[in-house]
Each structure stands twice: as structure tokens, then as C-alpha cells.
């Protein structure tokens, strides 16, 4: 074995001396007493290599052992995943408190993938050629059929089945096939591989650009600043703003296969919110618990900083294992600030120059690699599979001016910047309509959503303007302009995301009722005074309101709707 | 390991090095000088130079200075004898009472592992009413007061120590006057709280490193308690003082500074203490106040503004009241559904009045007419600001919202204040007998 010893420890980094070769990210092991600490190979200087430790480093002294392994901080891929909790480094948390009670105790490492038994049907036969990435046969894991690939890891090149195992029962770790390459080697299969967390997955065919929506449910995100399936978003906020609860909407409604939580540096009590209320949850979609279809990283912010800084690369890694069995995976990072602050804190450990606000130089091309892990592809066999990736950002202080918030928007494909005023004025959700924007295109016709959005911008100057020569001083129809951008706020981009039916508009509702605001936008009324006009709005939001809260099509929101139209035609001009 | 060094290598402020072997990182020293011996902790090595901070501090050290490694880590004793206590940051006694050495635990443990975290659901009674009624304190809350300097949160901490319904008040000071910590003693002795109190206290001219161990001994003690079942509140203050320790000794450690002169792990640092709060199932619950003074009032500020992030709410204390803006209390969902079914429709009525209320004074003062229903809002905000926002007022909760109905009552018709019909029916002042 490769073996070193400790000559420094300094906070979470420990200086090893070593004599064989290794290589950087390599996962060694500081031996203490009976424990075994997981640390990774950050730099190689001579004979001298810096490791960051995942785990709490007291008691550590210089002149202890050092085990390197010899493979790269990975996971482990296979079915079993789904439903799952885990730290950073992929341990089960559950079967982790079981074991040790209530306290993390350092240095205990279990298996990710439980070695239960599923039902294997194989795809292919004997003499077939296959390549890593290929799909030798499936299970069931919950609703999905789990494909059992070739190891990603494995060479380029083909592979002759030798011998592949009848349809039946294995458990996650037996030997599934046997495939021979070209030079007659044979490989031996199960159901489980691990692959490096920090290279991206690319057996797949091409990539494609990402043009179908993916719904969130939340209306100012599907009509205004939609994300695409295999797109990029952040969401970026001060503390308080609602980018927690945004998070964890996404993740109840969005409509996607499956949803990975990296709950990075967060509140240990936010991820028990999700960890009690996921498997008392239904999904819509297929009826059965949302825990079935979503796998939760938590490296909260009292645990090991190191590990948190690998725990978004686990989410990421596992999400690109299930796209390839050409499933939308959703993965919802929060918050990548705590990330690069782990960055921040290692590279100061490490003694590199510092950058701006002393993260380090390299932030930008990091953030950068890790958003450029989301994408559409299309697989070998033909169909497509997709990550997205939704990040939040917590700016010190609120201001995007700082560098991460800066990264991240260079590579995104959607803004969705939370702002303070809006959420202590209670406006939910507090996504600025005006500064943050989408590159994606939406459900909603864009000719009518950027009229709305003029709207706004002009409603917007008419507030600033009233605030200096007061209502008198307002033209009637800039006063109007005013209304409607006001109405248009207040019944289309806040949702009330704890209402049982407001929280969620599905699609067909979002296109029926943006029509019908877009008919009161772009209206002209027959109102003369502004008395008047604050009144008739007033009664129409209260309409829109009721409406928003009626059941899809039910009685009620018939009723309503009629009541609402009325009162629109009531003062409508006819020949708009 | 009894080897005792009698060569410093160098001293830097309060860290110091020397050549050893065989030592273990976190481990405590003890360093012997001629002004006394004092505790210090390795936290660096570097082949055979360990690096320690020295808790009295530098001065005074001489390079001839015995350096004695006990092998352990730094430890706190933990027994019933701790109650009505006062130690120091490095667990020494203030007081008279004897020197505590039996069953000595460790201080900065490991987390907790969130798959055994509960959703909390208890509240904790202050007596307060801008607490109680409109951001109620949960147990197992972390929870900061942001304060600028000269506000009376000290006396507001002390009040809530001494109404809270816990078992146990473990008092972390760090950079405490002298005065505010025989004001707290004071306090909890006239109160007969002390006997289930347990002071830690760093005073401001205390040596800094002490300052550091303040929140992880208060904590660790908290902790122990918290597992036999008890229910403990920990209240810090001043946790600015706490980051300006870890400031003073990142910059003599040579590190390299990120926000304002503050390390890079800032964040993390306060997370690792403010999580310390939890509900055990089974067993008992550690909750957390603390006190964060923010220079010149700026929420921005690293230390508020990271400290914000990881707590889960914050009361904002400004001239003197607990300002309904900006305090919010992220837990108090989980438990003001029950405590009576008025508490939380009058908790948002009387704030969207009070909302009202400051755009009519906005009006006012900008020279504006007054219509009748803005001279309502004026008196209401006079009436909710002496009568509710005072930090004299002490009623318990269901005092408080009946409160809440009289004045709603001598200002509003039950129409304009905006409450259901249904809660005006059972709790409107006088409603009950006009009806029959």
C-alpha cells in the first residue's frame, strides 16, 4: 500500500509526506488510532502533498500514517439511490444516527448503496457489442426502470458480452455479465459502479440545446423568466427573501423525473422540514410519496467544510447518472455561496493569492465547470435525458455586486434575482419582475409577455414619479398605466405559495389566465376620474384573487369568472 | 504527556510556537511564566513547530517559559455543581466557589446528524408581547437580537432569562463591561433564577483568546444538560465580540483576511455554534438567543449580515422596541396555530395596520392632508406603541391579544380593522353583550 506520514496540520489541511506516486484528488486516509479520516489530495509540491480533511482534525499529530487509495473522491452509482439521504460524501445519514445516535461521529463511513436484491431483466445476449454507457439490462427502482449500464469508468472501445446473467433476482453487488475487450480482457459487471464526482458524465452522443420549458409551477418563472429543461438558473437573494421556500416549491411541483436537494452549508433545520414532510407528500404526477423520486445531499453548515465543498459535485454526479437512462433530473443547489466559501477557505489554507473579496481566482472558471454539468443529450440509443440545475446565491449583504453572484450570472441561462423591498412589502414570491431575466423561451406567447413587461417597467416610472408631485400631479392615463401594472403584480406574479391551489398553476391555467389579464392590460377603459379607477381595479383584483384560488374549471371558478368578465366589460371599449 | 519545553520559539500576539514532538493538534498546554501559568491549545503544526494560542495571552511570555502538553483537549467539568456558578472563558472560577474538575467533557463536539433533528413545536413564554404575539420564540430556536450599541439588550436578555419557562440559563459573555456582568448577577440573584443559572463570562478586558472559548464551553455544558432531559437556554452576549476575536487571532495567524478584516471561515465558525441548537428527541432541547451589535446600525455589516443567513429569524431592537419590521421569527409557524385561533390573524391584522400607520406619518410629515381614517391610524400607532412595543409591558400571551382587541376596538369598527367576522363575534370588546 501507498503509505505517507503527517508533517502538518493546519485548520482542516493536513501536510503529508510521501515516497510512491499519487495523483491530485486522490482520496486518502489519515489513520488515528481506530478511526480512519477521508481527506483528498488538494496539491502536490515536491514530496509534500496538502490534503483537505472532511472530517474535524484534533487529535491528529504529526508523524501519523497516511493511506492513499489510489482513486479519485468518488460515488457510488447503481439502484438504490432514489429516496435516499446522504452527506457531502454520499454516507446514508439515517443508517449513519442509527449506528452512532444522535452526534455525526467522525471516521465512520458506510455503504451508499444498501445491498438489497432487485429484479434484473437483461437487454442484451451473448456476442453482442456493447460501450461504456451502454445499457446491459433494467430494474425497477420505484416508478422508473433503472438502467444497469457499463461502467462509465471503463476504456473506450467495444465489448463482447461473454456471458450475461438470465432474468431473475441479484442483489446490487453479485455479477450481473461478463464483457471481453479488444485485447480479450474480461471485465466482470454488477449492478454498482463508481465514477470520479469531479469529471462530468459524457457517454452520451451529442449534446443538444435546450429548448423545452420546465414547469415549475410558480407563474413570474413559467411565463416571464422560464427555465429550460437541461438549462441553468440562480436565484440569488438576500436572507429572508424566499429563496429557501422558492427551493423548496420547485422541488414539490417541478415537472421532471427526478429532483436531487443539495442542501450545501444551510440550515440543518430547513432539510428536516423537507426530510418529515417529502414521504407524507404525494406527487401529482404519479401518486406515489415525492421521497420516491427525489435523493436529498445535505452537508449542513455545522458539518465538515471540505465536505461540503465536494457534497454539490455528488449531487451533480448522481444527477448525470440517472439522466443517462434519459430521465429529466432536476438538481436544486442551495446555496452555492456556502460552496465557494468552502472554495475560499481551503485556497486560503493553501496560502494562493487571493482574488476579489479573497476567493480565489480560479471561482469564476469553477462555478463555471459546475453549471456547465446541466445539459440535454442525447443518448446512444437515441432517446434524450436532461439535468437542470437551479442554484441559489446568498450575496453578503444582499448586493450582486460580489463575486459569486457575478460568476454565476456569466454562465446561467435565468436570473431569477429575489429583492428585498418586494419581500418586506410580503410580495411573494420576491422575484424582481424588472432585473432579473431568462434566456429560455417560455409557454407564453413572448410578443404578449414583453407588452406586459413594458407594462410594468412603465408602471414602475409612473410609482417613482407620484412619489415627487403626488396623485394631483399624475396624468389620468399615466394613473392607469400605474393601476394595471399594479394589478398585474398582485394577481399574476405573487402566488400564494401556502395556498393549497394558488401554489401550484399548471400550465393549461397559467395560458388561460395570463390571457385574461393580458385582455385587462391591454384594454383601454372608460374611466374618468382616478377615484374611479383605483375603485374598478380594486374590484377586479379582488375578482382575480377569488379566481386564483378557485379550483381549475370547479363551479366556483366558473362563477367567478363570469362575475370577472362582467366587470371588465363593464367599462371596456368595444372596438379594442 | 508530562516532557515539559522550555524554549519559545517565537511569540506573535497571543500565539506563540515551540519545538515539540509527539503532540496532537487541539491538544491544551500549559505555559508557566513568571506573571502565572496559563492555558494555550495547538492550533497548528508544522513538522516539529506547533503553533498554540495562549488564552491570558502573549504579553509578559518570555522565551525561557516552561511549556507543559496535558494531552487532551480542552475540557469543561460537568456536574449538578455547576448551577449558580460563574466562570471565566477558559472555565475558570470568577467566583468564590471551589475549582470544578470531575467528569470533564469535551467543548466543540460533533454535529448533530440532521436525520435525528425534530421539527420544533414548543414556544416559550417570555412576557413579552412583541416576542409572543408577533414573532413568538420557539424551542430550539436560534434566534439573535441585532442591536445597535447603547440599546438595552442586555436588560432584554436578562428579562427573558428570567421569564422564560426553562430548566436551565447558561449565560455566554463575551467582552462583557464589567458592569453588565454584575448587572446579569444582580438580576438572576434577586430573581432566584441563579440557582439554575451557570455563567461563562469574558470581560472586556480579558484576555481575547478567552473570548473565543466563551460560546463553545456555554455550549458544550448546554449540550450535556440538554441530553438528561433538560430544557436549556443559552443566551449570548455579545457573539460581534466573538468574531472580533476570531478576527484579531486569523490576522496574527497570518491568514489571509476575506470581508472586512474577517477570515474566510467566518460564516462557518458561527454556523458551527448557532447550530448547536436542536430539540433531542427523547430528551431535551438546547435554544439559543444571542446578541449581535451592529457597527453603525449597517445590517450589512459581515458579522449581522452572515449571522443572519444561519439564524432562523432575528429580533431587531431599535430606540428602546422590538421593531415589528425587520424582527421575524422563522419558527413561529410551527407553533402560534396553537395557542389560541385569534393569535395569528390578530398577529398580521395589527401589523398591516401598524404598516398603515407609518405611511400616515410619512403623509403627515410631509406636510399631507389628514383624512379621518389616517387621525385612526395615528391614534392606533400611539396606543400599539405604548401599550404593546414597550419592553416594560410584561403580560402573558392571552393578555396580550385581548390587548390587541381593546385597542383595535377604541380605535377601528370591527369593519375597518380588517379582522374575520368570525373572531370579531368571539373576541370583539363588548360585542358579545350588544349582540344580546
Given amino acids: ?576 | 504527556m508530562q516532557k515539559v519545553y522550555t524554549k519559545i520559539e517565537s511569540i506573535s500576539g497571543n500565539v506563540i510556537t515551540v519545538l515539540a514532538e509527539g503532540v496532537r493538534n487541539g491538544d491544551l498546554a500549559v505555559v508557566s511564566s513568571r506573571h502565572g501559568a496559563s492555558l494555550a491549545n495547538i492550533i497548528r503544526l508544522k513538522e516539529n513547530v506547533v503553533s498554540l494560542q495562549v488564552f491570558a495571552g502573549g504579553r509578559g511570555v518570555s522565551t525561557g517559559d516552561e511549556v507543559r502538553f496535558l494531552g487532551h483537549p480542552m475540557q469543561v467539568s460537568y456536574t449538578e455543581n455547576l448551577m449558580g456558578r460563574v466562570f471565566d472563558g477558559s472555565g475558570k472560577p470568577r467566583d468564590a466557589g471551589p475549582v470544578l474538575d470531575e467528569n470533564m467533557i469535551d467543548i466543540g463536539g460533533p454535529s448533530v446528524n440532521p436525520a435525528k433533528r425534530i421539527v420544533p413545536k414548543n414556544m416559550i413564554r417570555t412576557g413579552i408581547p412583541m416576542i409572543d404575539v408577533f414573532n413568538t420564540l420557539v424551542e430550539s430556536q436560534k434566534l439573535p437580537i441585532f442591536s445597535v450599541s447603547g440599546e438595552p439588550y442586555n436588560e432584554l436578555l436578562a428579562r427573558i432569562a428570567m421569564q422564560a419557562e426553562v430548566d436551565i440559563i447558561v449565560l455566554g459573555g463575551m467582552g462583557l463591561k464589567y458592569d453588565d456582568y454584575l448587572f446579569f448577577r444582580e438580576e438572576l440573584e434577586t430573581s432566584g433564577a441563579m440557582n439554575r443559572a451557570v455563567f461563562f463570562v469574558h470581560t472586556a478586558s480579558d484576555p481575547t483568546v478567552e473570548c473565543l472559548l466563551v460560546p463553545d464551553i456555554s455550549l458544550a455544558v448546554a449540550e450535556q444538560f440538554a441530553l438528561e432531559g433538560k430544557k436549556v437556554l443559552v443566551l449570548l452576549t455579545d457573539m460581534t465580540n466573538f468574531a472580533d476575536a476570531m478576527k484579531e487571532i486569523a490576522i496574527t495567524m497570518d491568514q489571509v483576511p476575506s470581508n472586512r478584516g474577517y477570515p474566510g471561515d467566518l460564516y462557518s465558525s458561527l454556523a458551527a455554534r448557532y447550530e448547536k441548537a436542536v430539540d433531542f428527541e427523547g430528551a431535551g432541547s438546547v435554544t439559543i438567543l444571542a446578541v449581535t451589535t451592529m457597527p453603525g446600525d449597517d445590517v450589512t455589516h459581515p458579522v449581522p449580515d452572515n449571522t443572519g443567513y444561519i439564524t432562523e429569524g432575528q429580533y431587531y431592537l431599535k430606540n428602546g422596541r422590538i421593531e415589528p419590521f425587520g424582527s421575524l421569527s422563522r419558527l413561529k409557524q410551527q407553533v402560534n396555530k396553537e395557542t389560541r385561533d385569534d393569535h395569528r390573524s390578530l398577529m398580521d391584522g395589527m401589523i398591516k395596520l401598524y404598516a398603515s400607520y407609518k405611511e400616515s406619518m410619512e403623509k403627515k410629515s410631509m406636510g399631507f392632508q389628514m383624512s379621518d381614517w389616517d387621525i385612526k391610524l395615528l391614534k392606533y400607532g400611539e396606543m400599539f406603541e405604548q401599550q404593546m412595543m414597550e419592553l416594560t409591558v410584561n403580560i402573558p400571551l392571552e393578555e396580550a391579544l385581548n390587548l390587541g382587541w381593546e385597542i383595535l376596538s377604541s380605535c377601528f369598527s370591527p369593519e375597518e380593522s380588517g379582522m374575520k367576522t368570525s373572531l370579531v363575534m368571539k373576541y370583539w370588546p363588548g360585542k358579545d353583550k350588544e349582540d344580546k
Fill in chain 1, 1 to 576: 500500500m501507498n503509505t505517507g506520514k503527517v508533517i502538518g496540520i493546519n485548520g482542516n489541511m493536513a501536510t503529508v509526506e510521501f515516497t510512491d506516486n499519487i495523483s491530485l484528488n486522490e482520496v486518502a486516509y489519515i489513520i488515528l488510532g481506530d478511526s480512519r479520516l477521508k481527506a483528498e489530495v488538494i496539491r502536490v509540491n515536491g514530496k509534500e502533498a496538502s490534503l483537505q480533511v472532511f472530517e474535524m482534525t484534533g487529535g491528529i499529530k504529526v508523524g501519523d500514517q497516511v493511506e492513499f487509495t489510489g482513486e479519485l473522491l468518488s460515488v457510488e452509482l447503481g439502484p438504490g439511490l432514489l429516496g435516499q439521504v446522504y452527506d457531502g460524501l454520499q454516507n446514508p445519514l439515517p443508517q449513519l444516527a442509527e449506528k452512532c445516535g444522535f452526534f455525526l461521529q467522525r471516521g465512520v463511513y458506510m455503504n451508499a448503496i444498501p445491498d438489497s436484491s432487485w429484479e434484473f431483466t437483461p437487454s442484451v445476449k451473448k456476442g453482442d457489442i456493447v460501450r461504456p454507457g451502454y445499457s446491459v439490462g433494467t430494474v425497477p427502482e420505484g416508478i422508473f426502470s433503472h438502467r444497469i449500464m457499463v461502467p462509465f469508468g471503463f476504456s473506450d472501445g467495444e465489448y463482447s458480452v461473454k456471458k450475461i446473467a438470465a432474468a431473475g433476482s441479484y442483489t446490487a453487488r453479485e455479477e450481473i455479465a461478463v464483457v471481453t475487450d479488444s485485447s480479450g480482457n474480461d471485465h466482470s459487471l454488477s449492478m454498482v459502479f463508481t465514477w470520479p464526482i469531479k469529471r462530468a458524465v459524457t457517454r452520451y452522443e451529442e449534446r443538444l440545446k435546450p429548448v423545452e420549458p420546465m414547469i415549475t409551477k410558480i407563474r413570474i418563472i413559467d411565463t416571464f423568466l422560464p427555465v429550460a429543461r437541461g438549462g441553468t438558473f440562480c436565484i440569488p437573494g438576500p436572507f429572508g427573501a424566499g429563496k429557501t421556500v422558492i427551493q423548496q416549491t420547485t422541488s414539490r411541483n417541478a415537472d421532471v423525473d427526478i429532483v436531487i436537494i443539495a442542501a450545501c452549508g444551510e440550515r440543518a433545520g430547513e432539510v428536516v422540514e423537507t426530510l418529515i414532510e417529502f414521504p407524507e407528500l404525494t406527487d401529482p404526477r404519479t401518486g406515489k410519496s415525492l421521497m420516491e423520486r427525489t435523493i436529498i445531499i445535505c452537508n449542513t453548515s455545522s458539518m465538515p467544510v471540505a465536505a461540503r465543498e465536494a457534497s454539490v459535485y455528488t449531487a451533480v454526479t448522481i444527477a448525470e447518472y440517472y439522466r443517462q437512462m434519459g430521465l429529466n433530473v432536476l438538481l436544486l443547489a442551495d446555496s452555492t455561496s456556502r460552496w465557494a466559501q468552502a472554495m475560499r477557505e481551503m485556497s486560503g489554507r493553501l496560502e494562493e493569492i487571493p482574488g476579489e473579496e479573497a476567493f480565489p481566482a480560479y471561482l469564476e472558471s469553477v462555478i463555471a465547470n459546475f453549471y456547465e454539468r446541466a445539459g440535454l443529450v442525447r443518448l446512444f440509443d437515441g432517446n434524450t435525458g436532461s439535468v437542470t440545475i437551479g442554484g441559489t446565491v446568498s450575496p453578503a449583504g444582499g448586493n450582486f455586486e460580489e463575486p459569486v453572484t457575478q460568476a454565476t450570472l456569466k454562465v446561467v441561462g435565468a436570473f431569477h434575482g429575489l429583492s428585498r423591498e418586494r419581500s418586506d412589502a410580503r410580495k411573494y414570491p420576491a422575484i424582481h419582475p424588472l432585473e432579473s431575466w431568462s434566456k429560455y423561451t417560455g409557454i407564453i406567447d413572448s410578443k404578449k409577455t414583453t407588452f406586459a413587461r413594458d407594462l410594468l417597467f412603465r408602471g414602475e416610472e409612473v410609482n417613482q414619479m407620484m412619489k415627487v408631485v403626488g396623485e394631483e400631479g399624475t396624468s389620468l392615463d399615466d394613473y392607469i398605466v400605474y393601476q394595471k401594472s399594479e394589478f398585474l403584480d398582485s394577481v399574476y406574479l405573487q402566488q400564494d405559495s401556502f395556498d393549497p391551489v394558488d401554489g401550484s398553476a399548471p400550465i393549461e391555467r397559467q395560458k388561460y389566465t395570463f390571457d385574461l389579464v393580458f385582455t385587462i392590460l391591454h384594454g383601454s377603459f372608460k374611466l374618468s376620474t382616478k377615484q374611479e379607477t383605483r375603485n374598478y381595479f380594486n374590484q377586479l383584483r379582488q375578482r382575480f384573487l377569488d379566481l386564483n384560488s378557485a379550483e381549475w374549471n370547479s363551479d366556483s371558478f366558473k362563477s367567478i369568472e363570469e362575475s370577472l368578465r362582467g366587470k371588465i366589460d363593464e367599462k371596456l371599449k368595444a372596438n379594442e
